[in-house]
């Protein structure tokens, strides 16, 4: 597939092609859903915790004695059946998230970056280059390429701490490094703006 390159100014440069193995494939649906699922799953903090009988204060002693009272008899004011007690099958901290394979989520990716490209929502500048930090300047960029209003996700290599810094109040639009960006990232996105580095990055990893 062919893409045009473009300039800050919105101008088309030049045209490349996009590397048909990972632009190009089958999207495998059930694998991108794995991903998201053990993705999400990964993002939760897990910190919720309660008390077991042996954790909660007290308890030592016994209630009553144990016969004679006519009462159920009773070792612990702790026990999960009092108030105040301890928890059974209480939450604990824990990781949410489960091993997900190297391959099955380069083949994730390249699913995504194969239905963006599909779907012609795929742009790719030469360079973007600010010469200060200014959120104006980043707007003016993205609404002459036709992207003002638009969920972006922008893909450059390298550190770029104008463009980063620029972008961050701006709803809906995000930098990334190109060879690390997450596929939920890329999925939520309505328009994938590489930079002609980003790209070779991305050709470079998952050839």
Partial sequence: MIV????????????????????????NEAVVHQ???????????GNADTKTR???R???????????????????????LRRGGGTVFGPHPRDYGSRFPKQMKRLALKSVFSEKARTEKIKVLDKI????????????VLSKLALDGRRCIILDDGRNDHLSLSCRNIPGVTVRHASTASGYELLNADYLVFTKAGLERVGEVFA
């Fill in 58 to 80: 007290g308890g030592g002693v016994k209630p009553y004695r144990q016969k004679g009272t006519g009462r159920a008899r009773m070792g612990s004011w702790r026990t999960p």
């Fill in 129 to 140: 280059v600010l010469g200060e930090i200014k959120t104006k300047s980043m707007i003016t």
């Fill in 4 to 27: 045009k390159i473009y300039n800050q100014e919105g101008v088309a440069v030049g045209e490349t092609e996009l590397n048909p193995e990972i632009f190009g494939i089958e999207p």
């Fill in 35 to 45: 991903y998201i699922v053990n993705f999400l799953a990964r993002q939760r903090q």
């Fill in 54 to 56: 042996r954790e909660v």
